[in-house]
Every structure is written in structure tokens, then in C-alpha cells.
């Protein structure tokens, strides 16, 4: 038997049974980044949810403060009156 011959065929048959070992891997690695990507997408929109929260509760605590602010301002100046 040729030893090309013998070659050519240890090449194939290898091949053929790292074949799908190689394409789960590689199946796998999409699957790990896809879920990275999610977990780091997740992360950001509860980021961005916690800032926006606390944006609405400092503007809902000013409006609060201007408002008492007026209201004594007005007490005030009808008391002084």
C-alpha cells in the first residue's frame, strides 16, 4: 500500500471525526456569546432603569421643594401684610 495513499486516508478519517466535535464547539461559543451579550444587555437597560428612577425621584423632590418653598414664601408675605 502506498504510504500517500495511507496519509490521504488517516487525513480524512480524521477529519470526519473531528468534524462535529469542532462544530459543537463552535456551536457552543455562539451560544456562550449570545448569552453574554443578553446578560450585558440585561444589565444595561437595569442600569439605565435605575438611573432613570432616581432621575424621576430627584425631579419629584424638587417639584416637592419648589412647591413648599412657594407656599411658605406666600404664608409669609400674607403674614407680613
Not at 11 to 16: D, F, N
Not at 23 to 36: M, P, S
Request: net charge positive; aromatic share 6%; proline share 1%.
Amino acid at each position: 500500500m502506498d504510504l500517500t495513499a495511507l496519509a490521504v486516508a488517516v487525513v480524512g478519517l480524521a477529519g470526519t471525526l473531528a468534524s462535529p466535535m469542532l462544530g459543537q464547539r463552535i456551536a457552543d461559543r455562539t451560544k456562550r456569546q449570545e448569552f453574554d451579550f443578553q446578560s450585558r444587555q440585561q444589565r444595561e437597560e437595569r442600569e439605565e432603569a435605575r438611573r432613570q428612577a432616581a432621575v424621576e425621584l430627584k425631579r419629584s423632590t424638587y417639584a416637592s421643594l419648589n412647591t413648599a418653598a412657594r407656599r411658605y414664601q406666600q404664608e409669609l408675605e400674607a403674614y407680613l401684610a
